[in-house]
């Protein structure tokens, strides 16, 4: 069991938006603004798209964009495209000896 | 244009060790903190551990299913990493990938990772 609660899948039509949740604790996700996101398609590495709650690396379409209230985390994707289809984790610093833990990853799915 | 690549996958019995490398390039390695992340087949990413740069101290960090057995180290002469793996165990089958990390704990950059079979 993941330290990190996601949905296991979530979906949307092209255009349309829709919202990953990650739900930790006040451990760490409600802890600290350490939380990032990462898109991986199948057999491909992960993809950082979101670092410290709602920053967007260079070169990340601004369609993506996260928050996060309390003890849970949200990433938002608008305008879904047909790329955007894969699976997606959200990831947190945390004060247990770990460091740090992940999500169990949401499959999306661009119906 | 930052380049992640590991080696040094292969299937391995329970109880035996591996060694995995990381040659890294287009960025300065002896600045960059290092982390190795693992996916075990149809599952999530697991953080396994991380070592900083020399000047942060070299120190490492580890996740506990691996503490005691995996140590991390590196060799800036060469801009590499290294994952030492010991007392392999079928539970440690995955896909290792090395990464650069952040400075609020994040994985910027990925490699194309290495499969670790661990099997009698």
């Known amino acids: 069991q993941s330290a990190l609660t996601q949905p296991a899948s979530v979906s949307g039509s092209p255009g349309q938006s829709i919202t990953i949740s990650c739900t930790g604790t006040?451990?760490?996700?409600?802890?600290?603004?350490?939380v990032s996101w990462y898109q991986q398609h199948p057999g491909k590495a992960p993809k950082l798209m979101i670092y410290e709650v709602s920053n967007r690396p260079s070169g990340v379409s601004n369609r993506f964009s996260g928050s996060k209230s309390g003890n849970t985390a949200s990433l938002t994707i608008s305008g879904l495209q047909a790329e955007d289809e894969a699976d997606y984790y959200c990831s947190s610093y945390t004060s247990s000896s770990t460091l740090g833990v992940f999500g169990g990853g949401t499959k999306l799915t661009v119906l | 244009e930052v380049q992640l690549v590991e080696s040094g996958g292969g299937l391995v019995k329970p109880g035996g060790s591996l060694r995995l490398s990381c040659a890294a390039s287009?960025?300065?390695?002896?600045?960059?903190?290092m982390s190795w992340v693992r996916q075990a087949p149809g599952k999530g990413l697991e953080w396994v551990g991380r070592?900083?740069?020399?000047?942060?101290?070299?120190?490492?960090d580890y996740a506990a299913p691996v503490k005691g057995r995996f140590t991390i180290s590196r060799d800036d002469s060469k801009n590499t990493l290294y994952l030492q793996m010991n007392s392999l165990k079928t539970e440690d089958t995955a896909v290792y990938y090395c990464t650069t990390e952040g400075s609020s704990w994040y994985f910027d950059y990925w490699g194309q990772g290495t499969l670790v079979t661990v099997s009698s």
């Open positions: 006040s451990s760490d996700v409600g802890g600290y603004n350490y």
């Open positions: 070592i900083k740069s020399k000047t942060d101290g070299g120190t490492t």
């Open positions: 287009g960025f300065t390695f002896s600045n960059a903190w």
